[in-house]
T-cell receptor, first 118, second 109 residues
Framework: GAVVSQHPSRVICKSGTSVKIECRSL??????MFWYRQFPKQSLMLMAT?????????EQGVEKDKFLINHASLTLSTLTVTSAHPEDSSFYIC??????????????FGEGSRLTVL | GQNIDQPTEMTATEGAIVQINCTYQ??????LFWYQQHAGEAPTFLSY??LDGLEEKGRFSSFLSRSKGYSYLLLKELQMKDSASYLC??????????WGAGTKLIIKP
């Protein structure tokens, strides 16, 4: 099956520091990956669509300079939260499509990364 | 605008059957998904419907009516481990997923 691995699963950092989260597709090539944020008791909120070899497409209201996304290869996308503040504390989840399965839109999710900014 | 509606919370008894409804209004339709999400974990795929009708997969079934913009997820023989949030999502004309807020299902003994 299609496996997406996300790392780290938990991270605690001080306010003002930067945190990098990695998302890897382990057994397929993902030309497109998605980054979501989820606050407690709320649904997933799409932050940006990450396209291999090009700039990410950000959703309205998401700061491009704060949430840096790099999709340098077909199996790796990274999200860097720059100058993190307590309000950035959230559950960040990546996902990818396995286009071998046809363009059904089905997403495979990473395990998620819980960020706590002190 | 695009909108997905599903109940916020439902309670059911172990061994019983529960139906979680989802209605949607989206720009285009390329399928409807149901995902299960346990607290603190990422969502896991349950089902995909693109044609009208019922898809059965073990204890879980999913139904779709495109003309009514309606779907439901049916869970049979409920087990305590089924306590989770169930997310309805629709792929729009660009295959972007539009997410519902999720239904928290509480299973009682």
């Amino acid at each position: 099956g299609a496996v997406v691995s996300q790392h780290p699963s938990r991270v605690i950092c001080k306010s003002g520091t930067s945190v990098k989260i990695e998302c890897r597709s382990l057994d397929f090539q993902a030309t497109t990956m998605f980054w979501y944020r989820q606050f407690p008791k709320q649904s997933l909120m799409l932050m940006a669509t990450s396209n291999e070899g090009s700039k990410a497409t950000y959703e309205q209201g998401v700061e491009k300079d704060k949430f840096l996304i790099n999709h340098a290869s077909l199996t790796l996308s990274t999200l860097t939260v720059t100058s993190a503040h307590p309000e950035d504390s959230s559950f960040y989840i990546c996902s990818a499509r396995d286009h071998r399965r046809g363009d059904t839109g089905e997403l495979f999710f990473g395990e998620g990364s819980r960020l706590t900014v002190l | 605008g695009q909108n997905i509606d599903q109940p916020t919370e439902m309670t059911a008894t172990e061994g019983a059957i529960v139906q979680i409804n989802c209605t949607y209004q989206t720009s285009g339709f390329n399928g409807l998904f149901w995902y299960q999400q346990h607290a603190g974990e990422a969502p896991t795929f349950l089902s995909y419907n693109v044609l009208d009708g019922l898809e059965e997969k073990g204890r879980f079934s999913s139904f779709l009516s495109r003309s009514k913009g309606y779907s439901y997820l049916l869970l049979k023989e409920l087990q305590m481990k089924d306590s989770a949030s169930y997310l309805c999502a629709v792929a729009d004309s660009n295959y972007q997923l539009i997410w519902g807020a999720g239904t928290k299902l509480i299973i009682k003994p």
